[in-house]
């Protein structure tokens, strides 16, 4: 499938009250989220009360293995990664202090829609997956697996879902560790919209309730 790309701009006007829209890829067809990989804060946008406000969102379905370096549950970088498509494997090595990824390669052990990663360093590792925004640029980490053990071999299949919520306390690039429980105003499938499509966010005074809807 050929890469896509898509822009979300995301706006208002005069919102009426002070506004920080996370953004997630939380809707995952792999079983054990919140056990052993969670989703990060892929964004997080503020929008004020007064005045005019536009934040832009992109997505590129160019995806990518990551070697995450994780404090106090955020995402501070990754010292290493691979970009990789669906049905190609790579594995993660040490030597020193240096990670590296081999050269993906098709396999057919690949289970279908999957991407996979073995992991031969010596010890458990986090990885993540995510995507490469523009060739060149480091990858954007959406999904995180913890402590991935010597030998084991992860399969993720990657939806790209996206989910906005509003009323939480999460920095960007934060691990969501369990399910959000605030007001999810926002809920589409990048694969299926437009290239550039713009969100208009309100806020009803009258009923206290916030929307999001495509202009």
């Known amino acids: 499938m050929a890469t896509f790309v898509k822009k979300l701009t995301f706006e208002c006007n005069d919102l009426g009250i002070d506004v920080d829209l996370l953004?997630?890829?939380d809707d995952q067809p792999i079983a054990e989220l919140y056990k052993k990989y969670y989703p990060?804060?892929?964004a997080v946008r503020k929008f004020g009360a007064e005045?005019?406000?536009r934040a832009d969102v992109i997505?590129?379905?160019q995806l990518a293995f990551t070697k995450v370096v994780i404090s106090?549950?955020?995402i501070q970088s990754a010292s290493t990664e691979v970009p990789i498509n669906v049905g190609q494997s790579t594995i993660l090595t040490k030597g020193g202090e240096v990670y590296r990824f081999s050269d993906p390669k098709t396999e057919t052990?690949?289970?279908k829609k999957n991407i996979q990663c073995t992991n031969n360093a010596p010890f458990r590792e986090d990885i993540g997956v995510g995507f490469i925004e523009k060739d060149g640029d480091a990858p954007k980490t959406t999904l995180v697996w913890r402590d991935v053990g010597h030998g084991q071999r992860l399969n993720a299949e990657f939806t790209p879902?996206?989910?906005g919520y509003i009323g939480?306390?999460?920095k960007e690039n934060s691990l969501i560790k369990g399910q959000v429980e605030t007001d999810r105003l926002f809920e589409e499938n990048l694969a299926a919209l437009a290239d550039h499509t713009t969100w208009v966010i309100t806020y009803d005074v009258s009923t206290g309730v916030l929307s999001i809807d495509k202009k």
């Open 109 to 111: 052990s690949v289970p």
């Open 51 to 53: 005045g005019t406000y």
């Open 168 to 170: 939480t306390d999460y």
């Open 40 to 42: 990060s804060a892929f």
């Open 23 to 25: 953004l997630t890829f």
């Open 161 to 163: 879902i996206l989910r």
């Open 59 to 61: 997505y590129r379905s």
């Open 72 to 74: 106090n549950d955020v």
